[in-house]
């Protein structure tokens, strides 16, 4: 017996030097830690959006007490110049516009004051979309601004960091600079540009990462990647329109980069236009409806790392995901469960989900 229990915990020993080695030789380590990154990333994907309204103060306050190195945001703004944390180009999937402005349900954020984006319920769409999830004080959260999202990230035992999209920067002229002066004004960003909190800019656009990185020359920056749309070019150019298919994931999951030089070009371009990384589309062993095409490939990984940009996946909630995806090389998650991510990588929160949501008033 004594002998078994000997070889067992040998054998653990020698899998945990392995996993240990094989952390401190990762290329995306050495990246991550010289640009002031925590490695593996643990991104509270809109906050805790699965447990919670998206991007309101309920997900984000459940994100940062489980323990999240970053709180995600997309950063929109309104007609009155207030720069506001919402997803979509319209409000009527996460809010009661239609309700409340009826007519102008398919207006986009741009055309709203924050007063009146702050009549808007914001919480009660997740209780009917998601009912065994849901919590009566839901009902009526408001949409953020980015000093209360700040407010938030700055008002627990430990500051996450900021992970800050420029959402259709091109409804937006002059969104980056906007983003410095609100940054700079609440001390995230010293008079010489540096970042004093843990700060990372996120885009599509490659505009905007030239604007960014104008803007804030020293802060991290991320190239968001997608296939199709203009962005990078498919091997195919059929649509999913065009394509026939009824589930979106699955025509995600067959969409292919046009080669592996497309790649290369657009991973040598963020490289010299200041991103210190990409943030590449996942295809989920479940599917769903964040399942896009996949772009965490072993050597699509490497030649990130070659390039010296690390790799941070969107969007992962599982741990057969997590592990696959850290097998191949990448470097933090985009996740809407936070409390799953940080169960994965061994640093479970000391409270679940439910816990915390109750502590902070939900």
């Not at 999240?68 to 945001?73: G, I, N, S, T, V």
């Not at 979106?248 to 070009?265: G, H, I, N, P, T």
Request: glycine share 8%.
């Amino acid at each position: 017996m004594r002998r078994c229990l000997a070889a067992v915990l040998g054998t653990f020993v020698l899998a945990v030097a392995s996993v240990t080695a094989s952390a401190e030789e990762s290329p995306g380590r050495t990246l991550s830690e010289a640009a002031g990154v925590p490695w593996p990333t643990v991104i509270a994907h809109r906050g805790a959006s699965h447990d919670a309204p998206e991007e309101t103060a309920p997900a984000y306050l459940a994100a940062r007490d489980l323990g999240a190195d970053y709180l995600e945001a997309d950063l929109q703004r309104t007609k009155d110049g207030v720069l506001v944390a919402v997803h979509d180009d319209t409000l009527e999937r996460t809010t009661d516009v239609a309700k409340v402005f009826p007519g102008r349900e398919k207006a986009p954020v741009s055309q709203f004051t924050l007063a009146e984006l702050k009549r808007l319920d914001a919480g009660s769409w997740f209780n009917a979309a998601y009912p065994e999830r849901a919590r009566s004080k839901y009902v009526g959260v408001r949409i953020l601004t980015l000093d209360e999202l700040i407010d938030i990230a700055e008002g627990g035992g430990e500051t996450p960091g900021l992970y800050l999209e420029t959402k259709a920067p091109g409804q937006f002229p002059g969104i980056e600079e906007d983003l410095r002066k609100v940054l700079e004004n609440r001390g995230w960003l010293n008079a010489d540009g540096e970042p004093q909190g843990k700060i990372v800019l996120q885009t599509f656009e490659k505009s905007s990462l030239e604007l960014l990185q104008k803007s804030m020359p020293k802060v991290p920056k991320i190239l968001l990647l997608w296939v199709g749309d203009g962005y990078l070019a498919a091997k195919s150019p059929t649509t999913f329109a065009q394509s026939g298919e009824k589930i979106k994931a699955d025509f995600y999951a067959r969409q292919e980069v046009k080669s592996r030089e497309e790649l290369f070009a657009w991973l040598d371009w963020a490289k010299a236009n200041g991103a210190l990384g990409v943030g590449p589309s996942v295809t989920l062993t479940a599917r769903g409806d964040q399942s896009y095409m996949d772009l965490v490939q072993p050597w699509m990984n490497q030649a990130a790392h070659e390039r010296g940009l690390f790799v941070h996946a969107y969007t992962v909630d599982d741990a057969v995901d997590f592990d696959q995806l850290s097998k191949a090389g990448v470097d933090g998650f985009f996740t809407n469960r936070t409390d799953q991510l940080l169960r994965f990588l061994g640093r479970p929160p000391s409270q679940g989900v439910g816990e915390v949501l109750k502590s902070v008033g939900y």
